[in-house]
């Protein structure tokens, strides 16, 4: 038995067993540096492949409403009416919108409990501002603060509670902002 081999080996494990360390650290970085930047979310040409392309942008954005006051959506046995939004069409920043809530005779519905939620399909994340809605009455809602951040399509999705109780109906607007 060499004391000196012994502690040859202890040297290679607890250097190998470093090594192991720093690998798992530096995989844990670059997992957070990935989380970071796609919650950063500062670019929104993310379809742009370098070179012209003229595609990119809402142009090319199928998906899009085209604003026009009055815009209705259904939302299951009610429908949401974009009676217009400042300024209108919405722009990348703050704007404020104002709805009116239809139940299905197309009469108004003032005492639901409504929720507006600007969100980015594309990226998958929300506004950091959340939106505030007031009641106006006869079926109209003011809603402020609808922050959105950057360019690209955001769905304004528009959450209704009849205070009679009820399934929460939902509608959604689509709008893509250039930048
Ligand atoms: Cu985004």
């Known amino acids: ?74 939302a299951g046995a009610f429908s949401v009416k974009l009676v217009d939004a400042t300024p209108g069409p919405p722009i990348k920043g703050t704007n404020a919108m104002t709805l009116e809530v239809l139940d299905a005779d197309g009469r108004p519905v003032s005492d ?31 809603v402020e603060k609808v922050y959105l951040a950057m360019a690209g399509l955001w769905q304004i999705k528009v959450a209704v509670q009849p205070a009679a109780g009820g399934a929460l109906q939902e509608a959604t607007f689509q709008f893509c902002l250039d930048g």
Do not use: N, Q
Not at 43 to 55: K, T
Not at 125 to 140: E, F, I, M, N, R
């Open 1 to 74: 038995m060499k004391p000196e081999g012994d502690l040859r080996r202890t040297v290679f494990w607890e250097l190998f067993g470093e090594v192991l360390g720093m690998g798992r650290l530096v995989v844990v970085s670059v997992a957070l540096a990935s989380v970071v930047f796609a919650a950063a979310c500062s670019d929104g040409d993310e379809g742009s492949s370098g070179g012209a392309s003229p595609a990119t942008g809402c142009a090319a954005d199928d998906r899009k409403d085209i604003y026009t006051a009055g815009l209705t959506k259904p």
């Open 112 to 142: 639901a409990t409504v929720t507006v939620t600007p969100w980015m399909p594309d990226h998958a994340h929300g506004s950091a501002v959340k939106p505030v809605v007031t009641s106006l009455g006869d079926g109209t809602y003011s």
